[in-house]
């Protein structure tokens, strides 16, 4: 059956040294999983209850392209976050199997608009107008597991016009890898092609149009943007 239509292309991030892209599936992202980050915005962290969220998978940005400032907010936040990439998946995955469905990491932004989020949470409203909205997701390309393996300790850091803004190491992250997927995996069925954003460090801040920003899982993989 023809569509009725043109379906849009299928969202792409890039492979670190590769000709070939990684085709979006969804974007799932962690709240709270850094407890300075969490005690910053004066949130209290559950290891019960993890916090998360989704984004269009149309909201990636890949590293080099400008992200443009989004409309209806005046305060625009950077999230530097390790994102885990998968190329397989199921519900109901166990911790001890979780790292084989992952096909790679990569660095990337959660962009929030933080004034439409502090209205959500007063309101106890969704989240998704202050995270899932248009170029809210800058990806870096992603490295392989089958070339870097694993990462359990890299330092991850955001600087804006050369300034540090973020730094810290994904050591401290609350739900490591495995458990982030496998809780993941218990709400939703993973696939190939899904992302996970894995939280921030603290030290989130605004961005403004014009910002030069450099995220880094270092030794690793790194980001650039400009806010335009
Ligand atoms: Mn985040």
Redesign the pocket.
């Given at each position: 059956m023809p569509f009725a239509f043109a379906p849009s292309p299928p969202p792409a991030a890039a492979i670190a040294g590769s000709a070939t892209r990684f085709p979006v599936r969804r974007i799932f992202?962690?709240?709270r999983n850094y407890a300075e980050h969490a005690a910053e915005m004066g949130a209290s962290v559950d290891r019960g209850n993890p916090v998360f969220f989704c984004k269009p998978a149309d909201a990636i940005v890949v590293d080099g392209a400008d992200v443009p400032y989004p409309q209806a907010t005046k305060e625009l936040h950077h999230?530097v976050?390790m994102v885990v990439a998968l190329h397989s998946g199921g519900i109901d995955i166990a911790e001890a199997d979780a790292l084989t469905h992952v096909f790679g990491y990569a660095v990337g932004l959660?962009l929030?608009r933080r004034d439409l989020q502090a209205i959500a949470k007063a309101k106890g409203m969704p989240w998704d107008t202050a995270k899932a909205f248009d170029h809210s997701a800058p990806l870096s390309p992603i490295r392989p597991a089958a070339e870097i393996g694993h990462p359990r300790s890299a330092a991850l850091t955001l600087a804006v016009n050369g300034q540090l803004r973020q730094q810290s190491d994904i050591a401290q992250m609350i739900f490591n890898v495995p458990e982030m997927l496998a809780r993941l995996s218990r709400l939703f069925e993973l696939k190939a092609g899904d992302l996970v954003?894995t939280?921030?460090p603290a030290g989130v801040g605004p961005l403004v149009r014009g910002d030069a920003v450099h995220a880094q899982l270092a030794g690793l993989t790194e980001l650039r943007c400009r806010i335009a």
């Open positions: 992202c962690i709240g999230e976050e959660d929030t954003f939280g921030t």
